[in-house]
């Protein structure tokens, strides 16, 4: 069964950092890129990150780019996303997807707000 399990959110201040872990089992998550989207109420959602199958390549939308970072770790099957300098247009639901099989995670909610 494939499962993509996200943690990690929360509410933090303006300026503070979350990491988020999104825990995949069910497939074979070494041979997939991952990446993170998220949605904010009343918006679509949209691509944050990208990561490569091998972790070397990354890729990020330019609304986060210089304060988030994707990596993962395929012995643990897990896929982060560390993000720092957070904003209040950050709050919104992230969610974890293995891009080619097109598997999604339920997400986590990343409230920032003082």
């Known amino acids: 069964q494939v499962q993509l399990v996200e943690s990690g959110g929360g509410l933090v201040q303006p300026g503070g950092s979350l990491r988020l872990s999104c825990a995949a089992s069910?497939?074979?998550?070494?041979?997939?890129?991952m990446s993170w989207y998220r949605q904010a109420p009343g918006q679509e959602r949209e691509l944050v990150a990208t990561?490569?199958?091998?972790?070397?390549?990354?890729n990020y939308a330019d609304s986060v780019k210089g304060r988030f970072t994707i990596s993962r770790d395929n012995g643990k099957n897990t896929v982060y996303l560390q993000m720092n300098s957070l904003k209040p247009e950050d709050t919104a639901v992230y969610y974890c997807?293995?891009?080619?099989?097109?598997?999604w995670g339920k997400g986590t909610l990343v409230t920032v707000s003082s």
């Open positions: 990561i490569s199958r091998t972790g070397v390549v990354t």
């Open positions: 997807k293995a891009m080619s099989p097109g598997y």
């Open positions: 069910g497939f074979s998550f070494s041979s997939y890129a």
